[in-house]
């Protein structure tokens, strides 16, 4: 064989197996990683988005969930999302604040007046400034999902005014802005793996954590914490998130049927979750908790005003999409 033979010999054949590797990374399944239950909502969303791209692209495209955290926990999900270790997931904008500073910005208390609200904003100009600060970070939003309202819950006493929190240990998400929230509030902010709190509060370890409804149901956590006091002190939407290597690896024709089905996945993820949150509160309290509704947060809200000024000092180029997402809802 001579050297121009076996050069276009060489070369077809790593041709060859450039395409086949195309091939075989766009037809692999994509792994999806969940913290949560097979039925509950995020789940029903997920399953959504998994089932509409096979469809769409005619079996081309394949993803698969892993439901339970059974792929691991939240921070190391994150980072392997980040890193292509997995390759999508939903994560809450809570822990992603860890890695992009915009994504904090929904996690000051009280930024959101209520669910609704987050919806419009989210799906507006401030909500494609925070996926533009993911995707710097490795993730590619395609889309926020729903995750309620959160409030605290304890085994000692009703919540009724910030010095209530006095003394009690709270777990919190690995964001020092709860660290923060906790404090300002009087409690003792302890950050901590979901998957502990369980048994944290069975044990003592701590005497609280802060949740919406469904999570405090399926978690179990309403077995230990018998109170559940309605501060809805936070407002975290979810993002629908893929690894940005792999999304930019698709074609225009692929992206635009991830974003068609993730666009349909959000709106069954936010019906599911609507639905589920009632029923979740319908069954703790007749499991016997005690919920009180707070009818003024006003304390609640003048306790944050530390945690706000400590966020803009921090990340003074982030005021302007504070102040945006706050004028958004007037």
Not at 139 to 166: C, M, V
Not at 255 to 268: G, P, T, Y
Not at 277 to 286: P, R, T
Request: net charge negative; hydrophobic share 40%; with cysteine.
């Amino acid at each position: 064989m001579n050297k121009f033979m076996k050069t276009t010999t060489l070369t077809l054949a790593a041709a060859a197996m450039s395409v086949a590797f195309v091939a075989g990374a766009q037809a692999r399944e994509w792994r999806g990683w969940n913290i949560h239950p097979a039925d509950y909502p995020v789940s029903t969303g997920m399953e959504e988005f998994a089932r509409l791209i096979n469809e769409k692209s005619g079996g081309n495209l394949e993803a698969k969930v892993y439901h339970g955290g059974v792929l691991g926990d939240q921070p190391d999900a994150i980072q392997q999302v980040r890193l292509g270790g997995l390759d999508w997931a939903v994560f809450n904008l809570g822990p992603l604040g860890e890695v992009a500073p915009e994504a904090n910005v929904v996690s000051l208390p009280f930024i959101f007046k209520n669910v609704d609200a987050m919806h419009d904003v989210m799906d507006g100009p401030a909500g494609q400034q925070i996926a533009d600060g993911l995707a710097n970070a490795g993730l590619q939003a395609l889309g926020w999902y729903d995750s309620g309202a959160r409030s605290f819950y304890n085994t000692k006493h009703p919540i009724n005014t910030p010095e209530d929190l006095k003394g009690l240990k709270f777990r919190v998400m690995s964001n020092d802005l709860y660290v923060q929230m906790v404090g300002a509030l009087g409690g003792n902010a302890t950050p901590m793996p979901y998957g502990e709190v369980y048994q944290s509060l069975k044990t003592g370890v701590i005497d609280g954590a802060e949740n919406n409804y469904p999570s405090y149901d399926s978690s179990g956590h309403f077995e230990a914490a018998k109170y559940y006091s309605v501060t809805q002190h936070l407002i975290l939407p979810e993002c629908l998130c893929v690894n940005n290597a792999l999304y930019d690896g698709l074609s225009d024709d692929e992206k635009k049927i991830l974003q068609e089905a993730a666009d349909e996945s959000v709106k069954v993820q936010r019906a599911a979750w609507a639905e589920r949150a009632e029923q979740s509160k319908e069954k703790v309290v007749a499991a016997g908790i005690e919920v009180n509704e707070i009818a003024d947060k006003a304390a609640f809200q003048d306790a944050m005003k530390p945690v706000y000024d400590n966020f803009i000092k921090a990340n003074p180029d982030l005021a302007g999409l504070v102040k945006a997402i706050q004028d958004a809802q007037k």
